[in-house]
């Protein structure tokens, strides 16, 4: 897919990974609407794109809310050629200690901002992408990307809840790529390992460098400008389509 002049939207567009897909996509030629909560970051990041960005504040768990903002981005900037989401949070806890269960609603929460904030987008832009005009050369009408975790097959002792987030994001990518090939959309999954964002950071720095060691090379976390560089390869490379890639620098999560 050749993404000048195209729309796309990013979920979690203002910080972290979704930022730098902003502005890969923006310095690709790429029209592109940002979807997120947070107003303070996310405002200033569209309007260093000038007329090629906006800005729009959505819940990815709310129905009506992110189908307000799938709606307003197609008619600010034109057909939604590329989906990705980047909306997510973290968190941990052991599933049960000798203090008690873990809360349910610190499973739920993060079911529901990582796994149905995702499936809530992508059906949305799916629905929008299907009356798209196919791509004269590859017939393609749309692309979804979205952003599982290592932890999806790895997961780490205290992990369960996130681990089983990100893993519903991969069990749907094969599904999601059946429903939507007869209409030239493909889905792609991206599995990260550690990457340098705000979430990250919430670390000690001993903490990430021991992470970064993990890896088999290079000995660091993932930079975004990388976790970027692989959705604009998957735009360009209509072949990828149906799985989940991991980008990790060959690690494989130990158990703790």
Known sequence: MNLQGRTAIVAGGASGLGAAVVKRLLADGARVAILDVNDELGQPLAAGGGDHAIFIHADVRDE?????????????????????????????????????????????????????????????????MIHNDPDPVTGERGLIVN???????????????YSASKAGIVGLTLPMTRDLSPHGIRVVAIAPGPFDTPLLAQLPPEAIEALGAQSEFPKRVGAPDEFAALVAHIAANTYLNGLAIRLDGGMREPPR
Request: hydrophobic share 50%; proline share 1%; glycine share 12%.
């Open 64 to 128: 009506a809310s992110a189908a307000h903002a799938v709606g307003l981005a197609e008619e600010a900037l034109g057909a939604i050629y590329l989906c990705v989401n980047c909306a997510g949070v973290g968190g941990q806890g052991a599933t049960a200690t000798a203090e008690g269960a873990l809360p349910l609603e610190d499973f739920r929460r993060l079911i529901e901002v990582n796994l149905v904030g995702t499936f809530n987008i992508a059906r949305l832009a799916a629905a929008h």
């Open 147 to 161: 952003t599982a975790s290592t932890l999806a097959f790895d997961g780490r002792a205290d992990t369960a809840a």
